[in-house]
């Protein structure tokens, strides 16, 4: 995977918001670094689903300006409990399918619901499909594809359950999004996730963490053999995302790994931000 090929395709995209609340340092930073794309989540102190549409058109101005566009929608859909209402959940999808449109993207990350501590997966899986089916029968109908993330204490946490749910709705409207930390706090074997749903991965969420801690740390420097299944998807010719999720403000490590950002004046938060840029660059030129 050749770093300079990765880079001007634009095909690295970011999740801005830990850079910063503020859209305007966020795109600031980006444009030093020359990232090209977002997966929105969060700016200027709202949640990406509680944007409207005007919101949403002033935002997509400011990118624009920036050169910046959105890789996927970072929404929350599926990022309720299994036992809570759907029905108002569903709505909010649908809002979220228009703010889509608005920034041009046909991609929206979604979730399999929380399951109860302590539950037995199993006995939730008909509901868990149930929901998963109308928010893909919805997708599909505006033309969406939706990005299921494996988060931890979901039902598609652990690789066979996500593969269970890829064999269920894997198509034009539902793909998987491989996270490297999420399995590794999860007891997943990465190796292991990545030989089960290999064949359905559309999009990469960037971050590493180290198993038993659970502690996340710069990619290519934990447990979620990074390096590894990236080579495996450059062979396999992946030309879908890699999307920097750094979660490294409380790393440990940071401040000796980032003495050249401090002396630029960053914030702590942006600090961990160029850190997890820097390891990204570092292992895609290896």
Same mark, same amino acid.
């Given at each position: 995977m050749n770093e300079r090929v990765i880079l001007k395709n634009n095909? =690295?995209?970011?999740? $801005?918001? &830990?850079i910063d609340p503020s859209v305007e340092k966020q795109t600031a930073l980006l444009s030093e670094l020359e990232i090209g794309a977002i997966e929105f989540r969060s700016g200027d102190g709202k949640g990406v689903a509680d944007y409207t549409i005007q &919101?949403?058109?002033? *935002? #997509? #101005?400011?990118l624009d300006a920036a050169g910046i566009r959105l890789s996927a929608v970072g929404s929350p859909i599926g990022k309720i409990g299994i036992e809570e209402e759907f029905s108002p959940h569903l709505k909010k999808l649908e809002h =979220? =399918? &228009? %703010?889509? /449109?608005?920034? !041009?993207?046909?991609l929206i990350r979604c979730f399999s619901f929380y399951l109860p501590e302590g539950a037995d997966a199993a006995g939730y899986r008909? !509901? @868990?499909?149930?929901?998963?089916?109308?928010?893909v029968e919805l997708a599909a109908r505006h033309g969406k594809t939706l990005l299921h993330e494996n988060e931890k204490g =979901?039902?598609?946490? *652990? $690789?066979p359950r996500c593969l269970e749910l890829m064999q269920r709705f894997y198509g034009d409207s539902y793909k998987a999004v491989f996270d490297f930390a999420n399995f590794v706090q999860c007891g997943q074997d990465t190796l292991e996730a990545w030989e089960l749903l290999k064949d359905y991965v559309f999009y990469i969420h960037v971050k590493? $963490?180290?198993?038993?801690?659970? &502690? @996340? @740390?710069?990619?290519?420097?934990? /447990?979620g053999h990074v390096? !590894?299944? *990236?080579?495996? %998807?450059d062979e396999r010719g992946f030309t879908g995302f890699l999307s920097l999720e750094p979660h490294l403000a409380d790393? $440990?490590? %940071?401040?000796?790994? !980032?003495?050249?950002?401090a002396r630029r004046g960053r914030t702590d938060t942006e600090q961990a931000f160029v850190t997890a840029w820097q390891a990204l660059c570092d292992l895609l030129t290896r």
């Amino acid at each position: 995977m050749n770093e300079r090929v990765i880079l001007k395709n634009n095909r =690295i995209s970011c999740f $801005a918001d &830990e850079i910063d609340p503020s859209v305007e340092k966020q795109t600031a930073l980006l444009s030093e670094l020359e990232i090209g794309a977002i997966e929105f989540r969060s700016g200027d102190g709202k949640g990406v689903a509680d944007y409207t549409i005007q &919101e949403a058109e002033g *935002l #997509k #101005k400011r990118l624009d300006a920036a050169g910046i566009r959105l890789s996927a929608v970072g929404s929350p859909i599926g990022k309720i409990g299994i036992e809570e209402e759907f029905s108002p959940h569903l709505k909010k999808l649908e809002h =979220i =399918i &228009e %703010l889509s /449109d608005v920034w !041009e993207t046909d991609l929206i990350r979604c979730f399999s619901f929380y399951l109860p501590e302590g539950a037995d997966a199993a006995g939730y899986r008909d !509901e @868990v499909f149930r929901r998963t089916e109308q928010m893909v029968e919805l997708a599909a109908r505006h033309g969406k594809t939706l990005l299921h993330e494996n988060e931890k204490g =979901i039902y598609g946490d *652990l $690789a066979p359950r996500c593969l269970e749910l890829m064999q269920r709705f894997y198509g034009d409207s539902y793909k998987a999004v491989f996270d490297f930390a999420n399995f590794v706090q999860c007891g997943q074997d990465t190796l292991e996730a990545w030989e089960l749903l290999k064949d359905y991965v559309f999009y990469i969420h960037v971050k590493d $963490a180290r198993m038993g801690s659970g &502690e @996340v @740390v710069p990619a290519g420097s934990g /447990d979620g053999h990074v390096k !590894e299944i *990236l080579t495996a %998807l450059d062979e396999r010719g992946f030309t879908g995302f890699l999307s920097l999720e750094p979660h490294l403000a409380d790393f $440990a490590g %940071l401040q000796g790994l !980032e003495k050249d950002a401090a002396r630029r004046g960053r914030t702590d938060t942006e600090q961990a931000f160029v850190t997890a840029w820097q390891a990204l660059c570092d292992l895609l030129t290896r």
